[in-house]
T-cell receptor, first 114, second 115 residues
Framework: DTEVTQTPKHLVMGMTNKKSLKCEQHMGHRAMYWYKQKAKKPPELMFVYSYEKLSINESVPSRFSPECPNSSLLNLHLHALQPEDSALYLC?????????????FGEGSRLTVL | AQSVTQLGSHVSVSEGALVLLRCNYSSSVPPYLFWYVQYPNQGLQLLLKYTSAATLVKGINGFEAEFKKSETSFHLTKPSAHMSDAAEYFCAVTEPLGGSYIPTFGRGTSLIVHP
């Protein structure tokens, strides 16, 4: 069982909708990540939060807006998306102490933009 | 800068045969190396990792990998494939970057297991 929980598992939205993806972890990890993954491709890094502060934004379009309300929660707010944004969105976390870069992934939220 | 090359986008084996998935890395500093597995419609799960201890690393589900610095390789093996091993496998490398470790993933290898 994954210790990183993502909701919803599936989301269908129109291009004018506003929706959010949620991620929660209770491992005490202080770094959290959003990745986008297309079919049969590796995950692409979108955002990294470290100690609840945005530390990396990989030039992601502003229609994706991350938020880290506290050390356990990570949200990704979606607005005015395009069909090409349809993908699996993965949340991950990692420990900051003795960090080697090992990531703990959630099962993902499958997004379809119509 | 770090990079990972996974040779072969698809590897096909018979059930019971040896599994060998290849990974070569490039890193300017001693790297940390990982293999992740992704089953259909799931997230990535860590199989095993090398963090500068023993060069032969054992992971879950009978997989192991050997770190060979001279060959800059970290190939994944399993003596006998099971049908349940069919999945996508990603090799990853990390280097310190601005105080955090951000992994670079290979393109992935799809393991197909035939009965």
């Amino acid at each position: 069982d994954t210790e990183v929980t993502q909701t919803p598992k599936h989301l269908v939205m129109g291009m004018t909708n506003k929706k959010s993806l949620k991620c929660e972890q209770h491992m005490g990890h202080r770094a959290m990540y959003w990745y986008k993954q297309k079919a049969k491709k590796p995950p692409e890094l979108m955002f990294v939060y470290s100690y609840e502060k945005l530390s990396i934004n990989e030039s992601v379009p502003s229609r994706f807006s991350p938020e880290c309300p506290n050390s356990s929660l990570l949200n990704l707010h979606l607005h005015a998306l395009q069909p090409e944004d349809s993908a699996l969105y993965l949340c991950a976390s990692s420990s900051r102490q003795g960090n080697t870069g090992e990531l703990f992934f959630g099962e993902g939220s499958r997004l379809t933009v119509l | 800068a770090q990079s990972v090359t996974q040779l072969g986008s698809h590897v096909s084996v018979s059930e019971g045969a040896l599994v060998l998935l290849r990974c070569n890395y490039s890193s300017s500093v001693p790297p940390y190396l990982f293999w992740y597995v992704q089953y259909p419609n799931q997230g990535l799960q860590l199989l095993l990792k090398y963090t500068s201890a023993a060069t032969l690393v054992k992971g879950i589900n009978g997989f192991e990998a050997e770190f060979k610095k001279s060959e800059t390789s970290f190939h994944l093996t399993k003596p006998s494939a099971h049908m349940s091993d069919a999945a996508e496998y990603f090799c990853a490398v990390t280097e310190p970057l601005g105080g955090s470790y951000i992994p670079t993933f290979g393109r992935g290898t799809s393991l197909i297991v035939h009965p």
